[in-house]
């Protein structure tokens, strides 16, 4: 196994376990039941599992089009959740603190992913 298809599924469960500890979190706070936590829930981990679900797709097969949108996908959300970590002066929780830079993880594994195929082609 090459090491960007390591870095690439450490990525992955790392983005889904802050997905999961940013639901429970946010769960006794707003209740999965309420419009309230309905919409928290759209708004902070299900972004994160998307993200890694796209990047569990260039880890099957990486294409060009899978790795095209997993890496649309890394700048968008890098660029949604980086200005409040900068403008925290990164004095945040850890969790999103964490997020952005789960992303850059993703991001940078898989270009080097898209690399190793580009060469293998």
């Not at 919409?39 to 099957?60: G, I, K, Q, S, T």
Request: hydrophobic share 60%.
């Amino acid at each position: 196994m090459s090491g960007a298809r390591l870095a690439l599924r450490l990525g992955v469960l790392l983005c889904l376990a802050t997905a999961a500890l940013t639901l429970l979190a946010l769960q006794s706070e707003y209740p999965g039941s309420t419009r309230a936590g309905m919409r928290v829930a759209l708004e902070e981990p299900l972004p994160l599992a998307l993200l890694a679900w796209l990047h569990l797709v260039v880890l099957d097969r990486p294409r060009r089009v899978a790795v095209a949108a997993a890496l649309a996908a890394d700048a968008l959300y890098i660029a949604l959740a980086l200005p409040s970590v900068v403008r925290a002066g990164f004095r945040l929780p850890p969790l999103p603190l964490a997020e952005p830079f789960v992303a850059l993880l993703l991001a940078a594994a898989t270009l080097a992913m898209a690399r190793e195929a580009s060469r293998r082609a």
